[in-house]
């Protein structure tokens, strides 16, 4: 059993993480802003923090990650707002990882986006433009970091159904799937097993290849 801490508890990737994690008996701890959440959450099997990341200090953070043996970074400004964005999806970001490394623990995995990096090419007057600097940002603190990191990148996000299947060569196909927030929940709960994926990115689609196996060619 392993004790797992999900920042962004509240989110519709992490709530399925968490189903995922508590079913095959993990402990984790699900961390999120809303007090009027907490409900949803517990109900995952998870236990309910609540817990503001966008205004925790770095030792708050610390102090709330310590004991775990992994983190899941999974919140989100949810864009619109560009400021708050760099907030959460960078700056929020970037202090979990440092707080991550302060607390003692050794595993992290950081849900991005297929495409992610300073060579995002998206223009500075598109609305994506802060989300995908604050993501590449945060993914390049993380992989410079001393953690056992794993990037999940994921393509166009749908609430499909769980397929279990994925297609690891979907940075290298011009057309590429949407990808069912119940299969990231997936990979990020295989990942966690396996540290085969520790400093590696992941990026994918659904696809037909089953996790496991998809995984095995990283």
């Known amino acids: 059993m392993a004790k797992v801490t999900i920042i962004g508890g509240h989110g519709k990737i992490a709530m399925l993480l968490a189903e995922l994690l508590s079913a095959r008996g993990d402990a984790v701890i699900s961390l999120f802003r809303n007090p009027d959440h907490a409900?949803?959450?517990?109900?995952?099997?998870?236990?309910?923090?609540v817990f503001d990341v966008e205004n925790a200090t770095e030792q708050q953070l610390t102090d709330a990650i310590v004991g775990s043996d992994?983190?899941?970074f999974s919140a989100g400004a949810g864009g619109g707002d560009a400021a708050r964005t760099y907030a959460v999806d960078r700056d929020s970001a970037i202090r979990s990882i440092r707080a991550t490394a302060a607390a003692g623990v050794r595993r992290y995995v950081m849900v991005?986006?297929?495409?992610?990096?300073?060579?995002?090419?998206?223009?500075?007057?598109?609305?994506?433009?802060?989300?995908?600097?604050?993501?590449?940002?945060?993914?390049?603190?993380?992989?410079?970091s001393t953690l056992d990191w794993t990037i999940l990148m994921p393509g166009r996000l749908t609430l499909d159904p769980a397929?279990?299947?994925?297609?690891?060569?979907?940075?290298r196909s011009p057309d590429n799937r949407g990808t069912s927030r119940a299969n990231v929940a997936e990979v990020a709960a295989a990942v966690l097993r396996d540290p085969t994926t520790i400093e590696k990115d992941v990026p994918f689609?659904?696809?037909d290849v089953p996790i496991a196996d998809a995984l095995a060619r990283l």
Do not use: C, M, N, Q
């Not at 409900?39 to 923090?49: C, F, K, R, Y």
């Not at 397929?163 to 940075?171: E, K, N, S, V, Y």
């Open 70 to 72: 992994a983190v899941v």
């Open 205 to 207: 689609t659904d696809g």
């Open 112 to 144: 991005s986006y297929l495409g992610a990096g300073p060579d995002h090419g998206v223009p500075s007057g598109d609305s994506f433009f802060a989300y995908a600097e604050a993501k590449a940002a945060a993914d390049t603190a993380l992989r410079a």
């Open 163 to 171: 397929t279990g299947a994925i297609d690891p060569t979907a940075a």
């Open 39 to 49: 409900a949803d959450v517990a109900a995952t099997g998870a236990t309910p923090v």
